[in-house]
């Protein structure tokens, strides 16, 4: 086990069970460091990677966190999957940009994970074996060009509405690698609008495909704030932590208020029969989200559940054989590493 | 009054080792760290660290060091690491007032 | 920097053959950044998929730049995307290694490696070129290229000087590629009509070749000596590969005449 800078001192293992072994401290200085700890959270503090933390705050921070960076390694897959068939060569550049940054966000967060004393390649496992899970919208199929504008438009604009909060989680690591992806994000949103913008303004075909793509991603992309407050088993005590800053409901309704006026630009009707402004609550009112089919593709029975994770479980296993190459010839050349790396 | 990070060997780590990296946003500023990454070794590193932290011309100098050789205080050590520097406020400008009138001080 | 800097030269034929290099150079460039594309999401780290992606966008930067300068010395009033997606496998004048399938990671770096080391020092002697253009292109993707081919030698280091496996694979790989090498150093149908201008290819090879023999040495691998070499990329003749490259890149484009995206 290799651990980062900021990693705490006591053993770590890998995975989610890190926390569970996560400091044990003299039963004497235990209240007190609660009562730190506790001082910090109540004045918006940040908690820093040494600091003494409950242990179920660190199990939590590390779910969150290696969900959060599964799902932006899982997320390059459907996208990905259009590079080579971009209808443009500045399209295609830009995909290609943009898939690398999700990449990059994948990074950034594993890289904060590791400061709670876990290792990537043990949360890549978790991965791997299903045991860690990543956002339920990437288990849906991209079927037209007109999907890399949805998503962009819907997927990273969800993405971006759940994160904005997030860069005042009181984690530091968390909420410093937060601010990095939300700037590269709003890239992603406006690349996401334009493409929908110029679909739906062009020859019918590609007004249908774009109607397409955004009746296919819409629901979805409201489950992406996750299940009603009052069916979430989390959303409590990571509000009480100030890991999470907002409610899952508060957040899709903002995310729903902000996209009606976005579609009617776009020319593109959002499918929801349901969705009327309601002047009392000064909000859109909009449909049942139907949480069945979230549970269900979470479980596993989505459409690309298992082509996603077999994916990555390969680039995974064949790329094993470089990765023990560069490994075994960083031991042979040891003492020379220090000049090559300038040379 | 240091304690290493890495209290682990690497010949028990599985996959390539940590590498902290730091960034000199341009000059005139000092490096500073933006995350870590992981890499087989130190040439590698530094190419890893440009396409994944200066992808939009962030940098103009980047560091990368491993992690297991970066010492840190303790925590628990905090209070008489950090807090002496604490009373010494006339270290910092705003110690001192300034006079209405008076600018680029 | 824009198309209409260069300096057309005079004459129909060499109009045409200067359209023509450009192309060459132009779909070089393309064909590679579609077959990078390709590792995306199945690379064997993540940060190497960042990395593939990196050299994917210069190398299509690179494309785009010379496709629209070549549309525009042809006067057809084709862009740079007519000229990618609407033309077919015979107008394409790229060389036959960049077309090739990925294979695994050493077979992709070997043709990193050639092609990268190749693009060097092709875009080292077109820094003096005549054309305004070609010389202000030349002067950006060196720098490109010199972090592509320093990407390939760290790998080929690596994989070359790793474990057994992987020294095999890197070894198999080279000797994969090595038949594509000759076509790169031809001297291309009408390069002779455009002194100053273009870069002859053939007198690139020494420095080519010292570069590749050093690396290949530290690496602890040898030059392949194959027993066949391909030929005729530049002028039109391709591998099976590039009838199944060109239909997946153009489709969509194809699908939709006129629509602009
Ligand atoms: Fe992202
Ligand atoms: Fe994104």
Redesign the interface.
């Known amino acids: 086990m290799h651990r980062g800078v900021d990693a705490p001192r006591t053993p770590a293992v890998g995975g989610s069970a890190a926390a569970e072994q996560a400091p044990a401290k003299p039963p004497d200085t235990g209240a007190h460091l609660q009562q730190r700890f506790d001082a910090l959270i109540a004045d918006d503090e940040r908690i820093e990677p040494r600091d003494w933390m409950p242990t179920g705050y660190r199990k939590t921070l590390i779910r969150q966190i290696a969900q959060h960076a599964h799902s932006e390694i899982i997320g390059m897959q459907p996208e990905g999957n259009w590079i080579t068939r971009a209808p443009s060569l500045r399209r295609k550049a830009i995909l290609i940009a943009k898939v690398q940054d999700e990449a990059g966000h994948g990074l950034y967060l594993y890289s904060a994970a590791e400061t709670l004393g876990v290792d990537r390649e043990d949360l890549l496992d978790l991965l791997h074996e299903g045991k860690q899970k990543y956002s339920s919208i990437f288990n849906y199929p991209t079927l037209s060009w007109a999907d890399m504008g949805a998503i962009g438009w819907l997927v990273d604009g969800a993405a971006i509405m759940n994160q904005v909060p997030l860069c005042r989680c009181s984690y530091g690591p968390y909420g410093r690698a937060m601010v990095r992806v939300c700037k590269e994000e709003s890239f992603h949103q406006r690349q996401g609008f334009d493409i929908l913008h110029t679909l739906s303004h062009g020859t019918p075909a590609q007004q249908a495909m774009a109607q397409d793509a955004v009746d296919r991603f819409w629901w979805p992309s409201l489950m992406m704030f996750g299940p009603p407050d009052e069916r979430s088993a989390h959303t409590a005590q990571s509000t009480a932590w100030g890991i999470k800053r907002l409610g899952n409901d508060e957040l899709r309704q903002r995310f729903v208020d902000i996209c009606v006026p976005q579609a009617r630009a776009l020319d593109i009707t959002l499918p929801d029969p349901d969705l009327r402004w309601n002047e009392n609550r000064g909000h859109y009112d909009f449909g049942a989200v139907d949480w069945a089919e979230l549970t269900r593709v979470i479980k596993g029975d989505g459409p690309c559940n298992e082509q996603r994770i077999q994916r990555r479980r390969s680039a995974h296993e064949e790329g094993a054989w470089v990765r023990e190459a560069a490994d075994a010839y960083a031991r042979k050349h040891h003492n020379s590493s220090a000049a090559e790396a300038l040379a | 009054m240091t304690?290493p990070?890495?209290?682990?060997t690497?010949t028990?780590?599985?996959?390539?080792?940590?590498w902290?990296v730091f960034v000199r946003a341009r000059r005139g500023l000092s490096h500073q760290h933006?995350?870590?990454?992981?890499?087989?070794?130190?040439?590698?590193?530094?190419?890893?660290a440009r396409?994944?932290y200066t992808?939009?011309g962030e940098g103009v100098s980047i560091w990368?060091v491993p992690?297991?050789a970066?010492s840190?205080s303790?925590?628990d050590e905090k209070d008489s690491f950090f807090e002496p520097a604490m009373d010494k406020a006339y270290r910092h400008p705003s110690f001192y007032d300034v006079p209405d009138g008076v600018s680029h001080l | 920097m824009s198309a209409s800097t260069t300096a057309v030269p005079a004459g129909d034929l060499v109009r045409t053959a200067f359209a023509g290099y450009l192309l060459g150079l132009a779909d070089d460039s393309l064909i590679l950044a579609q077959r990078l594309g390709e590792w995306v999401t199945r690379a064997p780290q993540i940060e190497e998929d960042i990395a593939l992606a990196n050299i994917a966008l210069d190398l299509l930067g690179q494309a785009r730049t010379l496709l629209a300068c070549a549309g525009k010395v042809e006067g057809l009033g084709r862009d740079e995307d007519d000229l990618a997606f609407l033309r077919d496998e015979r107008e394409f004048r790229n060389v036959q290694l960049v077309e090739i399938p990925n294979g695994d990671f050493a077979v992709t770096m070997a043709r990193q490696l050639i092609f990268s080391g190749y693009q060097y020092e092709l875009y080292r002697a077109l820094l003096t070129s005549t054309d305004p253009m070609l010389a202000g292109l030349a002067a950006k993707a060196v720098k490109e290229v010199a972090y592509h081919r320093d990407h390939a030698v760290q790998w080929v280091r690596r994989l070359g000087d790793g474990t057994d496996e992987s020294h095999t694979r890197m070894q198999t790989g080279l000797d994969h590629t090595w038949p594509y090498v000759e076509e790169l150093f031809e001297r291309a149908p009408g390069v002779a009509a455009l002194p100053r201008i273009a870069a002859d290819p053939a007198s690139l090879r020494p420095a080519w070749d010292s570069f590749i023999g050093t690396v290949i040495a530290e690496a602890t691998l040898t030059i392949p000596q194959p027993t066949w070499r391909a030929r005729g990329g530049r002028a039109g003749y391709h591998t099976e590969y590039l009838g199944h490259l060109l239909p997946e890149m153009q489709y969509l484009h194809r699908a939709h005449p006129g629509a602009s995206w």
């Not at chain 2, 933006?34 to 890893?48: F, V």
């Open positions: 304690i990070p890495g209290t682990t690497a028990a780590r599985r996959g390539w080792p940590l902290e933006l995350g870590s990454l992981h890499a087989p070794d130190a040439a590698m590193a530094l190419r890893n396409d994944v992808r939009r990368v992690s297991a970066i840190a303790s925590p």
